[in-house]
């Protein structure tokens, strides 16, 4: 219980802040000079940040569709000659740091989102791939040849014997990504797309420390609550379909 209140506290500073982020400026303003302003005051604070966590669950969503999606497939006998292969796909995305992918991105797609979410989804590919081999590859083969003897199809066997028990590697392999995914989403406000980069780079710009310092606490308390979230959801998920939660 007592390990909770950080987290609650975190949370409520947090909404506090975005929902009247002037009430924070005499916190802020020793950080300022010249009579620049204490707070980002060029667009809604909550309306980037909540853009922000948007474009981080379209790009996870996406990035676990099609890396979990690939991992099953190079752990099946008809897929497992492309394993190799589909592991240097994945790893480009930590390869290549973000800001080379949107380089890359912008001529193809324009600014905006588009190369944004193009640069999560390949950063956040290779994490919940590996997990994901890891978590299927790990299953009991007494179990595998129990549910083949119980008369279920390799389909049956995949969706009700070995996702279930891979699951806590998988969500771990999603967690990861998400919370990546948070802090690399700032770039993308050098090519237009909205979030709280954009509060970080103004800062930068305008040699004004307490807006670089409000949109980095801003992100950080993001990803360790939504980690936490995420690892709640997890546990939950877990006792429902009668797995030991971490």
Request: no cysteine.
């Given at each position: 219980?007592?390990?909770l209140?950080?987290r ?19 916190v ?23 853009a922000?966590l ?20 190079v752990?099946?006998?008809?897929g ?9 796909i ?9 800001v ?5 991105a ?26 994901t ?9 007494a ?10 199809s390799?389909l049956?066997?995949?969706?009700q014997?070995e996702?279930?028990?891979?699951a ?5 392999g999603v967690r ?13 406000s050098?090519?237009?797309a909205?979030?709280l980069?954009?509060v ?6 305008s040699d ?16 360790v609550l939504?980690?936490d979230?995420?690892?709640a ?12 939660a971490?």
């Amino acid at each position: 219980m007592r390990a909770l209140w950080p987290r609650l506290l975190a949370a409520a500073l947090l909404a506090a802040f975005l929902l009247s982020p002037q009430s924070f400026a005499p916190v802020f303003a020793p950080l300022t000079h010249d009579g620049a302003p204490a707070i980002y005051n060029q667009a809604s604070l909550l309306a980037l940040a909540l853009a922000h966590l948007r474009l981080v669950a379209l790009a996870t969503a996406a990035s676990a569709v099609v890396a979990v999606s690939l991992g099953v497939l190079v752990t099946r006998r008809i897929g497992a000659e492309f394993m190799p292969l589909s592991r240097a796909i994945v790893n480009i995305g930590q390869t290549f740091p973000p800001v080379a992918v949107l380089a890359v991105a912008v001529p193809l797609v324009g600014f905006g989102e588009a190369p944004t979410l193009i640069a999560l989804f390949v950063y956040g590919l290779l994490p919940i791939f590996e997990n994901t081999i890891g978590g299927l590859q790990q299953t009991p083969a007494a179990v595998i040849d129990a549910a083949r003897g119980a008369g279920m199809s390799p389909l049956q066997r995949l969706w009700q014997v070995e996702l279930p028990l891979a699951a806590p590697q998988i969500f771990e392999g999603v967690r990861l990504s998400t919370v990546i995914a948070i802090g690399t989403a700032t770039i993308g406000s050098t090519v237009a797309a909205k979030g709280l980069g954009e509060v970080i780079i103004a800062g930068l710009l305008s040699d004004n420390t307490a807006f670089v310092v409000q949109g980095g606490l801003v992100v950080g308390l993001m990803a360790v609550l939504v980690y936490d979230a995420l690892s709640a959801g997890e546990r939950a998920l877990l006792r429902r379909i009668g797995l030991p939660a971490r």
